[in-house]
């Protein structure tokens, strides 16, 4: 199985790092300071966030279902921008970047959807491949690498299928392995394991674990309770509006509903 | 900007969505062959203008009464003139037997005809450098002499081709016009269509960090090929078109005009292509100018 790390590990993340300051390493890689952001007039969905995520940390974002998890990677990514307040990903204010800068804001973050975006005219080959193409990467290296990253979700060999015929588990694989093969800075995954089944979820959990070890934060969306207790990790939870940290030993009460200890 | 990648992702796209693409390079074939066929007509009306503008000779229609002193005196007054290089007299004797060599199936009931029906004529040749102006002047003094009945310096025939090409040429920018019109509306469109459906394929580029030119890149190729295969593929039908009547035609047609006619030049076909190219490049990005931003 390949590494993620060593000095000839490849890392856009870091070459195109180099448009922010030195003490960029120093800071968090990701700071939410009030962030507000609502779809709809008089339904906020976001309603002052406070979060900062320090690099190389793990963060299980959860919370029940329209809490906003969604929305709020997809602010990250700039899918949407925020109403106010601000998210700071490496000390650079995202909603201030230039249309033609986003490209290379997304080239530093490999994002599982949680309705995949995979092309399923496209082969798992190609569907994976395009996120080195867009890098400019030489069409060799593209191979070796797409190649490594099926194996690591168990897709090895499954290369020439076309994506839109494979199960709704394997096409989350296969958006797993196109966010893990261009090595980002960040990884959101949203929901990457609600289509599979308990082992093979725990499974891609040490797929996104392993890739953390190698100094990748992580920012996983999820609601699989089972998850969350597999290893002590940082909780956050989006309830009303906010962003809350869960402390360790949390008791959870009811299905929807996380009790703190007070 | 075009790279390695641009021209696979374009032929991908091209050959997945194959049906399209033959249409609308059918369709711009249509309209690049009535632009081609036009230029084709100018250019041997061209050829035609220049090959009677300088055929440098005159007819003088001699009257029938006229006295062989008389015509000798004329064609003794025309050789001084400067520019005029032989005078020969034909009887209407020979041009009948003329017109019969090159008729010589209908040579029998031609020959029915009256003798008035051919009158003598002087048949004056010029050196090409000889003006209009000067060979007017000397048809105007002809016309004054009383033995003379007529002069034909074929000036109306030329003036007469001259009409046709203009009006050849503006048909022309007409029809570029209506070429123009429909890369345009075809590119633009079959570029939409496939925009349309490649939409998850576009959202997932913008997605993953494609820059606007790695998008945009291989759509502005497909244009572009439409427009130059749209060109080639009128250029190849109107030749095979021009072959064809042409192999109709050959000998009559060619000792009427006295030419061959001739397909169009090199560089009238290299421009069509080149501008069905570039046209078609122009169409595109009109079509992408409002690319989905995700
Ligand atoms: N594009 C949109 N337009 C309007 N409303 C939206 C849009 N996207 C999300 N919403 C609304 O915002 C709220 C938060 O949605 P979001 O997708 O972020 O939730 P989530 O926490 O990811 O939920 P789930 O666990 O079901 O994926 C929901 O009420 C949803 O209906
Ligand atoms: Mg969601």
Redesign the pocket.
């Known amino acids: 199985m390949s590494r993620f790390d060593g000095p000839s590990s490849f890392r856009p993340a870091l070459r195109a790092g180099a448009r922010f300051s030195r003490e960029a390493k120093d800071r968090p890689i990701l700071t939410f300071e009030s962030v507000y952001k609502s ?2 007039s008089g ?1 906020p ?1 976001l309603r002052g966030v406070h979060l900062t995520i320090e690099r190389g940390e793990f963060v299980f974002v959860t ?10 990677l ?1 602010l990250l990514y700039r899918s949407e921008t925020v109403d106010d307040g601000r998210i700071l990903f490496l000390g650079k204010d995202i909603a201030r970047l230039k249309d033609d800068a986003i490209p290379f804001l997304r080239r530093n973050i490999g994002v599982v959807f ?1 309705d995949f975006k995979l092309v399923p005219a496209w082969s798992v080959y190609e569907n994976v491949a395009v996120a080195l193409e867009v890098l400019g990467l030489p069409a060799r290296l593209i191979r070796t690498r797409v190649g490594e990253a099926l194996e690591r979700v168990g897709l090895a060999g499954r290369g020439n299928d076309l994506a839109g015929v494979l199960s709704g588990g394997e096409q989350q694989r296969v958006a797993t392995a196109r966010a893990i093969v261009g090595e980002p800075a960040l990884i959101l995954a ?2 990457p394991t609600g289509n599979l089944d308990p082992q093979l979820a725990i499974d891609i959990l040490g797929l996104f674990e392993e890739v953390h070890e190698a100094g990748t934060t992580v920012v996983f ?1 999820t ?1 699989d309770r089972t998850l969350l207790e597999v290893r002590p990790r940082r909780v956050v939870v ?1 309830d009303e509006g906010k962003a809350l940290d869960v402390p360790q030993g949390i008791t959870i009460e009811s299905d929807d509903h996380y009790r703190l200890p007070n | 900007m075009i790279s390695l990648s641009t021209a696979l992702r374009a032929r991908r796209g091209m050959m997945r969505e194959w049906r399209l693409h033959a249409l609308s390079i059918f369709s711009l074939a249509v309209a690049f062959v009535c632009l081609g066929a036009s230029l084709l007509v100018v250019t041997n009306l061209r050829a035609l203008e220049d090959r009677w503008a300088h055929a440098g000779r005159a007819s003088v229609y001699l009257k029938d009464n006229a006295s062989a002193e008389d015509i000798e005196s004329v064609k003794q007054a025309l050789l001084k003139v400067s520019g005029v290089k032989q005078v020969r007299y034909v009887s209407g004797q020979q041009a009948r037997l003329d017109f019969g060599a090159n008729q010589q199936e209908r040579a029998s009931s031609l020959a029915a005809l009256p003798a008035e029906a051919f009158p003598s004529t002087l048949e004056v040749d010029v050196v090409p450098e000889m003006t209009d102006t000067e060979l007017s002047d000397m048809a105007a003094k002809l016309q004054k002499v009383p033995s003379v009945e007529d002069v034909e310096t074929y000036r109306a025939w030329t003036e007469r081709l001259s009409r046709l090409i203009s009006g050849g040429v503006a048909a022309s920018a007409l029809l570029a016009l209506v070429v123009l019109g429909a890369v345009l509306a075809v590119v633009g469109s079959t570029i939409r269509l496939a925009l349309q459906r490649r939409r998850t394929e576009v959202e997932v580029l913008k997605l993953v960090g494609a820059t606007d030119g790695f998008v945009k890149g291989p759509y502005i190729l497909e244009g572009s090929v439409q427009g130059a295969m749209g060109a080639v593929g009128a250029t190849g039908l109107l030749a095979a078109l021009f072959t064809i009547v042409r192999g109709r035609l050959d000998g009559e047609f060619v000792t009427l005009l006295g030419l061959q006619p001739q397909f169009l030049p090199w560089y009238a076909v290299v421009g069509l292509v080149c501008s069905g190219a570039l046209l078609g490049a122009f169409a595109a990005m009109g079509s992408l100018r409002k690319l989905v931003l995700v």
């Open positions: 779809y709809r339904s969905v919370g029940s279902s329209g809490a906003g998890k969604s929305t709020l997809r949680q949203d929901e969306a609601h989006l």
